[in-house]
T-cell receptor, first 111, second 110 residues
Framework: SQTIHQWPATLVQPVGSPLSLECTVEGTSNPNLYWYRQAAGRGLQLLFYSVGIGQISSEVPQNLSASRPQDRQFILSSKKLLLSDSGFYLC??????????FGSGTRLTVV | DAKTTQPNSMESNEEEPVHLPCNHSTISGTDYIHWYRQLPSQGPEYVIHGLTSNVNNRMASLAIAEDRKSSTLILHRATLRDAAVYYCIRVSGGYQKVTFGTGTKLQVIP
């Protein structure tokens, strides 16, 4: 079966510290992978998407970066967190025309 | 970016049917219509998707207008567990670059 793992579930980090969120997918090959961010009470903002290993497209210029070192691994990073980076981060995968499968999310609070 | 329009909120009584509308007036012929729902502090959950014909699954039904410019998600008997934010999105082939809007917050009244 197809599953997606995202960790950690919650994270509190000081301003200026680095960030690494990891997402792995099982049970599918060559999926499209995505990182979304959701502010409280808002919709999902697409941050990055990837159609293959090493192929990353950024939707919103900001303090974050993404990498896809393996087919089913997607990593969201930051060298120095800002207060505005706080939010609910979601990883997802899809294979067209099927639906998106989302991870359980990481609640990031930058203090 | 592929835009859809949904009401911000809706209410339904428990055990009654719910019709959640979505407008996608600029949809192309190859765009699929997807619906998701999100509970608080959870990732969105896939509900249903379709291209042209109406679709049914164990969770819901999707009615797509003949001109495909709108669709309706139908929950046949609303339960308290159906209270969530429902998102309607258009999914194209290729890169599937999709941003979810703010969706419709469904409140189910016991």
């Amino acid at each position: 079966s197809q599953t997606i793992h995202q960790w950690p579930a919650t994270l509190v980090q000081p301003v200026g510290s680095p960030l690494s969120l990891e997402c792995t997918v099982e049970g599918t090959s060559n999926p499209n992978l995505y990182w979304y961010r959701q502010a409280a009470g808002r919709g999902l903002q697409l941050l990055f998407y990837s159609v293959g290993i090493g192929q990353i497209s950024s939707e919103v210029p900001q303090n974050l970066s993404a990498s896809r070192p393996q087919d089913r691994q997607f990593i969201l990073s930051s060298k120095k967190l800002l207060l505005s980076d706080s939010g609910f981060y979601l990883c997802a995968w899809s294979v067209f025309p099927g639906g998106y499968t989302f991870g359980s999310g990481t609640r990031l609070t930058v203090v | 970016d592929a835009k859809t329009t949904q009401p911000n909120s809706m209410e339904s009584n428990e055990e009654e049917p719910v019709h959640l509308p979505c407008n996608h007036s600029t949809i192309s012929g190859t765009d699929y219509i997807h619906w998701y729902r999100q509970l608080p502090s959870q990732g969105p959950e896939y509900v249903i998707h379709g291209l042209t014909s109406n679709v049914n699954n164990r969770m819901a039904s999707l009615a797509i207008a003949e001109d495909r410019k709108s669709s309706t998600l139908i929950l046949h008997r609303a339960t308290l567990r159906d209270a969530a934010v429902y998102y309607c999105i258009r999914v194209s082939g290729g890169y599937q670059k999709v941003t979810f809007g703010t969706g419709t917050k469904l409140q189910v009244i016991p």
